[in-house]
C-alpha cells in the first residue's frame, strides 16, 4: 500500500502516515492509501489487457519477433514498469512500455536472463531524449516522434546482439504446494512480501496430479483464455489462464496434469475468493 502512494504520485502521504503523532490523522491517510492501491491495481489490470490486445493485433507475440515496445497517452507512468513486469511473463520478451503524453514520452523496460538492456539502449541512444537504468530494468523519456523509429532500432539490435535460446523460457518454481496450503494467514504473507519485480519477483508454485472438477472454459473476447476448477486431495480453486485457451480439448482428453501458478485473491460481484493464475500446464 505504501509504494502505490509514490507509483500515484502521493509518496508524501506515506511519509506522513509514517510519521504523524495523530492517531486520527493516520487513519484518514492509511483510508486515502488504501483506496489509492485499489486505483492503482485497476490501473495495471486495465493497461495489461490492453497491452495484450496490442501485442495480438500488431502481431508483436509472433515467433520471430525479439522485443516488444507499446507506447499510448493514457497509460500511467507510476504503473507501466509493473505492467512490462506482467507482460515478460506472458511473452518473454524484453519489454518497454511508454506513457506518450504531452509530446514527450516517459517510459520503463524489463529484460530478460541475458539481454543487457542498458547496453541495447545505449546501442539506440540517439532515437533517445535520455535514459538510465541497469541489465534488467531502464527508464527512458523520448520524443513521441521517434518512438516508431526507436522500436525497429531495438527490434534489429536484439536481432544482432541476443544469442540463441535467450528467449527459451522457463519456469522457477519456489515449491510444490496443496491447494489447502493457500489459506488466509498465508496469503498475507505472501502479500509481505511486495512489491514485486526483477529483484522481487512473485513467488511460483506447483501442484501436482490435479484433475478437473467441472468442464473447462474459453473466456475473452477471442476465447483465448482458459477458466478451470481444480482439485487435489485437500482441496478446490478455481483457475484463470491467460492465452491458454487452446489448451481446452486437451484438457478434456485428460485425467491428471499438474499446474504451474501463482494465487491471488478475485473479487467479483462483491465476492472474494481464491484464483490460482496459471504459469504453465503439464500433461501427465
Given at each position: 500500500?505504501?509504494?502505490?502512494?509514490?507509483?500515484?504520485?502521493?509518496?508524501?502521504?506515506?511519509?506522513?502516515?509514517?510519521?504523524?503523532?495523530?492517531?486520527?490523522?493516520?487513519?484518514?491517510?492509511?483510508?486515502?492509501?488504501?483506496?489509492?492501491?485499489?486505483?492503482?491495481?485497476?490501473?495495471?489490470?486495465?493497461?495489461?489487457?490492453?497491452?495484450?490486445?496490442?501485442?495480438?493485433?500488431?502481431?508483436?507475440?509472433?515467433?520471430?519477433?525479439?522485443?516488444?515496445?507499446?507506447?499510448?497517452?493514457?497509460?500511467?507512468?507510476?504503473?507501466?514498469?509493473?505492467?512490462?513486469s506482467?507482460?515478460?511473463?506472458?511473452?518473454?520478451?524484453?519489454?518497454?512500455?511508454?506513457?506518450?503524453?504531452?509530446?514527450?514520452?516517459?517510459?520503463?523496460g524489463?529484460?530478460?536472463a541475458?539481454?543487457?538492456?542498458?547496453?541495447?539502449?545505449?546501442?539506440?541512444?540517439?532515437?533517445?531524449?535520455?535514459?538510465?537504468?541497469?541489465?534488467?530494468?531502464?527508464?527512458?523519456?523520448?520524443?513521441?516522434?521517434?518512438?516508431?523509429?526507436?522500436?525497429?532500432?531495438?527490434?534489429?539490435?536484439?536481432?544482432?546482439?541476443?544469442?540463441?535460446?535467450?528467449?527459451?523460457s522457463?519456469?522457477?518454481?519456489?515449491?510444490?504446494?496443496?491447494?489447502?496450503?493457500?489459506?488466509?494467514?498465508?496469503?498475507?504473507?505472501?502479500?509481505?512480501?511486495?512489491?514485486?519485480?526483477?529483484?522481487?519477483?512473485?513467488?511460483?508454485?506447483?501442484?501436482?496430479?490435479?484433475?478437473?472438477?467441472?468442464?473447462?472454459?474459453?473466456?475473452?473476447?477471442?476465447?483465448?483464455?482458459?477458466?478451470?476448477?481444480?482439485?487435489?486431495?485437500?482441496?478446490?480453486?478455481?483457475?484463470?489462464?491467460?492465452?491458454?485457451?487452446?489448451?481446452?480439448?486437451?484438457?478434456?482428453?485428460?485425467?491428471?496434469?499438474?499446474?504451474?501458478?501463482?494465487?491471488?485473491?478475485?473479487?467479483?460481484?462483491?465476492?472474494t475468493n481464491?484464483?490460482?493464475?496459471?504459469?504453465?500446464?503439464?500433461?501427465?
Open positions: 500500500m505504501l509504494n502505490a502512494a509514490g507509483r500515484m504520485g502521493h509518496a508524501r502521504l506515506a511519509v506522513e502516515l509514517l510519521t504523524t503523532d495523530s492517531k486520527v490523522r493516520a487513519m484518514q491517510i492509511a483510508g486515502y492509501l488504501k483506496d489509492q492501491n485499489r486505483l492503482r491495481q485497476k490501473c495495471q489490470r486495465d493497461i495489461f489487457k490492453q497491452a495484450k490486445q496490442r501485442i495480438t493485433q500488431t502481431g508483436l507475440n509472433h515467433p520471430d519477433r525479439k522485443t516488444i515496445v507499446l507506447s499510448d497517452e493514457n497509460w500511467h507512468t507510476g504503473v507501466i514498469g509493473i505492467v512490462a506482467k507482460v515478460i511473463d506472458t511473452y518473454y520478451r524484453p519489454t518497454i512500455m511508454i506513457n506518450a503524453s504531452d509530446g514527450i514520452g516517459k517510459g520503463s524489463r529484460s530478460v541475458g539481454f543487457d538492456l542498458h547496453g541495447a539502449l545505449t546501442a539506440c541512444g540517439g532515437h533517445l531524449i535520455s535514459f538510465g537504468g541497469h541489465k534488467m530494468a531502464a527508464g527512458l523519456k523520448i520524443d513521441m516522434d521517434n518512438i516508431a523509429a526507436f522500436a525497429e532500432a531495438f527490434e534489429a539490435y536484439a536481432h544482432e546482439n541476443m544469442e540463441d535460446g535467450t528467449l527459451d522457463y519456469l522457477d518454481i519456489d515449491a510444490e504446494a496443496r491447494i489447502v496450503d493457500f489459506n488466509e494467514g498465508v496469503m498475507r504473507e505472501l502479500n509481505i512480501l511486495e512489491p514485486f519485480g526483477a529483484g522481487n519477483p512473485k513467488p511460483l508454485f506447483a501442484a501436482r496430479g490435479v484433475k478437473l472438477i467441472a468442464p473447462p472454459r474459453t473466456v475473452g473476447s477471442r476465447n483465448d483464455h482458459l477458466q478451470i476448477s481444480i482439485s487435489d486431495d485437500s482441496g478446490a480453486v478455481r483457475c484463470i489462464g491467460f492465452g491458454m485457451g487452446k489448451l481446452e480439448k486437451k484438457l478434456l482428453e485428460t485425467d491428471r496434469f499438474s499446474v504451474a501458478f501463482e494465487p491471488q485473491y478475485n473479487t467479483y460481484n462483491g465476492r481464491l484464483q490460482f493464475v496459471l504459469s504453465d500446464i503439464q500433461f501427465e
